[in-house]
């Protein structure tokens, strides 16, 4: 064995002599300083110095970085802790934002929006890709001019040439699929449910429904559905499910894919007795209205997605890019699938700004 074979492989002996004593002292509770003063006396102290030096650090600097945050549903009761989110990294991070977009998923007003972030000269942009090629030129266009792109809530498919750095949100279509299997345990074989979307395509929900469809034709339940395209707005939403209901009363369940048509399915629930009478409703996110319908008793469990760190996220991410002049990268970040159900409703119905019940700040 050559001396530089064996100087390498001492090398990667101290490396992980250090791994593990600084594992025990988390163990048992001993103070790194203390134990690097020990490390030091055998030669393996390596880069602790580094990180004494740093418990002194001031910490991260305040930076007055713009960003852009661009909906596709702007007044969605969906984001207000994501527009919480975004405003407490701001705080922390000493940035400001504009949130911005489209009131009704006009995917034109959202590029557009883009595009005026872009002239501005945005420090970042984060955006819900809600279409799978719309925001690609606008993407391009930011990157050319040097300024971050993050994908939240919603993103492109797998493959898309789409120069977004970065997704944060839940992964839709196994997070539809997921779901299905959990409520496909409350329906009859050959029973038959309603599935609704509100904006057939969007993909923000598009992903969700096509992992209901395949779950249903994986169970081999005999399971037959109808997919209603309920709209964007609350009022048509609750308008369409109950109309759907009204017609086709033999329904075993209804199911949406977004937070105001799981509203509009609990409504019909709770007001014809669906849940109550051995059907089942679900569907994803925490509207207040469909956590008091799971409390009642009239949805079988919703779906969470952690819409505060969808705002919070990005704000870091973009933030780290442009202070590390681009060398820490966005990374994608699953936001989670916690289910919401009758035994653990309560502790989402408190007074929380994660949740978006409360604009006042946690202490």
């Known amino acids: 064995m050559d001396d530089e074979t064996k100087n ?35 030669g393996l102290a390596g880069g602790v110095s580094a990180a004494r030096a740093a418990d002194s650090s001031p910490g991260l600097p305040k930076k007055p970085y713009k960003f852009h945050f661009v909906c596709h549903v702007t007044l969605d009761q969906f984001f207000t802790p994501t527009v919480y989110g975004i ?30 972030a872009i002239a501005q000269k945005s420090d970042g942009i984060a955006v819900c890709l809600v279409d799978p090629t719309a925001f690609d030129a606008a993407t391009d266009m930011a990157a050319q001019a040097g300024i971050p792109v993050v994908a939240f809530n919603a993103d492109v498919p797998v ?6 750095l970065s997704y944060v949100g839940q992964p839709l279509y196994q997070s539809g699929y997921n779901s299905a299997l959990k409520w ?16 057939p395509g969007s993909l923000n929900t598009q992903p969700r429904l096509d992992g209901y469809i395949q779950a249903i034709k994986d169970s081999n339940s005999g399971v037959t559905y ?11 939403e609750i308008s369409r499910v109950e ?14 894919t977004g937070g105001s048509d799981t509203y509009a399915c609990g409504f019909v629930s709770n007001k014809y007795g669906l849940v109550k009478g051995g059907g089942a409703v679900a569907g994803f996110d925490l509207f207040p209205q469909t956590l008091d319908f799971i409390k009642a008793g009239d949805v079988n469990f919703t779906t969470d997605q952690q819409a505060y760190l969808q705002g919070f996220l990005p704000v870091q991410q973009m933030y780290l890019y442009k202070l590390s ?20 409703v309560d502790a989402y119905v408190g007074k929380s700004r994660f949740e978006g019940r409360s604009d006042i700040e946690p202490t």
């Open 226 to 236: 109808d997919v209603v395209n309920t709209g964007p707005d609350p009022a048509t």
């Open 325 to 344: 002049g681009g060398l820490v990268g966005p990374a994608n970040s699953d936001t989670s699938q916690a289910y919401v159900t009758k035994d653990n």
């Open 184 to 199: 496909l345990k409350l329906i009859p074989k050959g029973g038959h449910v309603m599935l609704s979307i509100g904006v």
């Open 87 to 116: 405003q407490d990294a701001c705080a922390a991070f000493g940035c400001s934002y504009q949130w911005t977009g489209s009131q009704k998923n006009v995917v034109s007003e959202m590029v557009s929006a883009m595009q005026t």
């Open 159 to 164: 493959g898309s040439p789409n120069k977004r």
């Open 8 to 42: 390498h492989i001492e090398m990667v002996n101290a490396a992980i002599s250090r791994r593990s004593a600084f594992a025990l002292a988390g163990k048992f509770g001993l103070g790194a300083a203390g134990l690097a003063s020990g490390l030091a006396g055998a």
């Open 243 to 256: 109309s759907y209901y009204l017609s086709h009363k033999n329904v075993n369940g209804l199911f949406g």
